[in-house]
Each structure stands twice: as C-alpha cells, then as structure tokens.
C-alpha cells in the first residue's frame, strides 16, 4: 500500500489538472479505437486486490485518447456542454460525501443545497413562483417527471386516478408534439404508458416553429385528454415555439403544456435573447439541463412543474421506513429516484461561480462565436449556410464542386467534410438530416470557447476545402 495518505485522491487531483490543461494541445477526437480500449481495459476478473493510487494511475494510462475534448472549447457536436471549475469541484466532493439525497434525513445539507438552487434556477429563468422542482439525470427523466405530473392532472380532471388505476381503461390521452421534437419526448412518453400511436406530430414552418393553423386545427381534432409539447429551442436550429399564441390557445382546451427546453430555457437568463423565448412562461412545466449550457458536469437535468401538487402527487410514496421530515423538502417526494447522488451541489457551485451576470454572458457569448462560427466558415467557396444562429445553433452544407453535382452528392461531400475536419483534431463538428439535406452543425455551449478556439475551427475547416 502506498504510505501517502489517500494517494489515489492526490492521484486523481494531479491526473485532472494535467487532463485539463492539456486540452488545447490535444486532438479533440479520441484517437483510441474500440479495439485498444477494449484490449487495454480488458482481461478477466482480477482475482486480487491493486493499491488504490495504482488503480487511477492504470485507468488514466488505459482510457488515454478514449475521450472526446468535450471538455475543452474546441467542441461544437450535438449540444454537449462543459464543466465550470468550481462544478466540477464540487462534483468530487459530492462524491466524497457520499450523501444519500433521497431525503433531508439522509443528507441534510444535499437537501437544502437543493431547495436553495432550484430556487435560484426559478428566478434566473423567470418561472412562476409557485413552481416545484427535480433535479434529475438529464432532459430525458425531467421529461418524464414532468410528463407524468401532467398525466396525473389531465386525466385527474376527467375524474380517472391514474395512481390507483394505471392506464389500463383510462380515456386515451393524446400527446401533442411538434415534428421538429427531439426523440426524448417520445421516449417520454413511451415510459409513461402512452404509447408511441399517441404522439400526434404537428407541421412546423421553414424556421422550425409549429404552424399556428396546423396546432389549432389538432387541437379540434384531438378532444379527451391532452398534452402539448413546444420547443424551446430545437436541437438542429434553435427554434422556439410561439409560445405567447399556442400555449394559452392549448391550455383553453384543458391540455398540459411541457416545454422541451433542453438548453434554449437558458436563454432566459440572457436580457437579449430572452425576446426568443416571449410566452414560455405560461406553460405548466418545463425540462431543462444543467449538463449542458449551465455547464455543469455530467449528469444533471432539472424539471419544473408550476402546479406542484399534481407533480408531488405523481411521485412522492411513503414507507414505514422513510423519517419524512415535515419542514425540510425531502427529494423524493419530486423525482423519479430513491437513491440518488446530491445533483444539487455541482449546481449551486455553478450558479454561485457565474451569478447572474456571468450566466447571462456565457450564453451570449456562445451565441456570438456560433455567429461567427457560421459566418465565417460560410463565407468561403462550396458552403453553403443552411442556417444562420439566432441562439447558438447553426447548420452548413458542404456542396460538392464537381459540375452536375446533385443533393446527394452535397450529402456525401457535408459528411466527408465533417469527418475530415474532425480527424485533424483541431475541432468536433456533428452531422444532422435537416428538412431532408446533410448538413454541419454548429453547436456552442461551452464556457472555455474562445474566440482562438473559433479562429482554430475555422482554419481547420479552410484547410480540408483546400
Ligand atoms: C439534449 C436534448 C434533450 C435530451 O437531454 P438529455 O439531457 O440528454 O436527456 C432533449 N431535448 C433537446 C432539445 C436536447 O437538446
């Protein structure tokens, strides 16, 4: 055994710093293959123990070059998200404290760092006051969270007790979504019983937001027992919903409105961008991220519910064994987990490193070098700007220069572009089929993005046209 007292703590300290600030001089993709980190983690079980310390050292020698940069502000795939300083910290000491923040019994403080965040989160993204809150894994189970309030409300008010009766013989409920929603609402809504024939797409416009003629007409269409799904922000474009004429036109017939805003609520924070999002706030829940744009480390997502008894109702259970606290706010009685890690520190650990100002210019600034990102990489011969960022989404295609070139040869070119760019290892784009065309998304939630970090994806992008 190692005579440093917790070496594998010490070990783990350093193998971060180093990880970190070795970000901008490594590739952002990983450049080991399946096949070697298969070998290299690989062999069977061992049959005797290993030093701590010599674990992290051999984890960190085996998993090297099997992570993505995303960590570091060269990425620009999917919407993934960085960890702030201070999150990541205090991720390592959630860990160290090992709190069981199932309830304030099990881990006082984990509760109220909870209570204090959700409660700062409110206000930052101007939700209603009476709103209730769950710090989740992610957008996916605040969808779910937030779903199954809702199912317990809509069919509530036609009189059905879904907790005492499940579905079976319950009036079918339709869930109404916009055909630009991302896949996690199906999901959503496929855990809570519903069943993927419930899902009732309705026609979006050339900017990605639902057409008010085609929701009004499926909200005629769809009597019995309703939920509305509107974007705040889509994943390819960034498009919000109208929400100032859809919400209160759903909600007049009795429906639920979720808002899937799995990284767009963030701009409420933003005085400039928050325009984007006009309306948002009349709706009856809303599914956000902390792993994303907050920036804080994998994983958090974070759901709120403005009538708090139906989402109280949906979740809490009791057991002869639980100390419920009657004072204290007892983290079971909102989320979908027993046993759950204290999500609630990283969180506050990130409201309190940013503040209000510091939120609010992490997302305009991402949204300033997605601009440039676009423009600038738009700007040159063979691409083509499919769309232009309104937030910090935007997309490029790549045209094949060959005279005679066809949409499908554009497809393959935008693909080809991607992947070569990605191998130089001087940036991480994704792809997407958007409005049926292959195009480069471009994707900025990071807070280590810099303007060099842009400047260095832009001329790795110039090199592969040339
Ligand atoms: C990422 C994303 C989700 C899913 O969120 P997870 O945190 O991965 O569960 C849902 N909707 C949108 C728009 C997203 O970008």
Not at 7 to 18: C, G, I, K
Not at 176 to 203: E, I, K, Y
Not at 338 to 343: E, L, N, T
Not at 452 to 462: G, I, K
């Amino acid at each position: 055994m190692s005579d440093v007292q917790f070496a594998a703590l010490h070990r783990a300290l350093h193998h971060a710093t180093e990880y970190l600030a070795g970000l901008d001089g490594r590739p952002v993709h990983a450049t080991a293959d399946l096949d070697s980190l298969r070998v290299r983690l690989g062999g069977n079980v061992p049959e005797f123990g290993t030093d701590p310390a010599q674990v992290i050292d051999d984890l960190v020698t085996a998993t090297a070059g099997g992570h993505l940069g995303c960590a570091g502000g060269r990425f620009y795939a999917w919407v993934i998200g960085g960890g702030l300083e201070s999150a990541v910290a205090a991720d390592w000491l959630t860990s160290t404290w090992d709190q069981n923040a199932a309830l304030y019994a099990c881990g006082p403080a984990a509760a109220v760092v909870e209570e204090v965040a959700g409660a700062w989160l409110k206000d930052l993204l101007g939700l209603p006051t009476e709103t209730s809150f769950a710090f989740t894994t992610g957008c996916q189970l605040a969808h779910f969270t937030c779903l199954a309030a809702a199912r317990h409300a809509v069919l509530g008010r036609g009189g059905w007790d879904v907790n005492a009766d499940g579905l079976f013989g319950a009036p079918a409920v339709r869930v109404l979504v916009s055909d630009q929603r991302h896949a996690s609402v199906d999901r959503a809504v496929r855990f809570l019983g519903f069943g993927d024939r419930s899902v009732v797409p309705v026609t979006t416009d050339a900017a990605g937001r639902i057409v008010p003629t085609a929701f009004a007409r499926a909200l005629d269409d769809n009597t019995g027992p309703m939920i509305v799904v509107l974007d705040a922000a889509d994943l390819n474009i960034g498009a919000f919903d109208s929400f100032g004429e859809l919400i209160p036109a759903a909600r007049a017939t009795g429906a639920w409105v979720h808002i899937d805003g799995a990284f767009g609520l963030m701009a409420r924070a933003s005085r400039t961008k928050r325009t984007l999002t006009a309306g948002v706030e009349l709706a009856d829940s809303w599914a956000t991220d902390g792993h994303k744009w907050l920036n804080v480390p994998f994983d958090c997502g974070l759901a709120f519910v403005r009538d708090r008894a139906a989402h109280r109702a949906s979740m809490t259970v009791s057991a002869s064994y639980i100390a419920a606290e009657k004072l204290a706010r007892d983290q079971i009685d909102w989320n979908p987990e027993w046993s759950r890690r204290g999500r609630g520190f990283a969180v506050y650990a990130a409201l309190r490193e940013l503040g209000r100002h510091g939120l609010e210019e992490l997302i305009d600034r991402s949204c300033v070098h997605a601009r440039k990102l676009v423009d600038e990489i738009g700007r040159m011969v063979g691409v083509e700007i499919l769309w232009e960022p309104c937030l910090n989404q935007g997309l490029l295609r790549f045209l094949d220069p060959r005279p005679g070139a066809t949409d499908p040869d554009h497809d393959v070119r935008t693909d080809q572009v991607i992947e070569a760019v990605n191998r130089s290892g001087e940036a991480f784009f994704s792809g997407t089929t958007w409005r049926g065309r292959r195009a480069m998304r471009v994707s900025v939630v990071n807070w280590r993005t810099t303007e060099n970090d842009v400047q260095r994806a832009v001329a790795a992008v110039a090199a592969v046209l040339r």
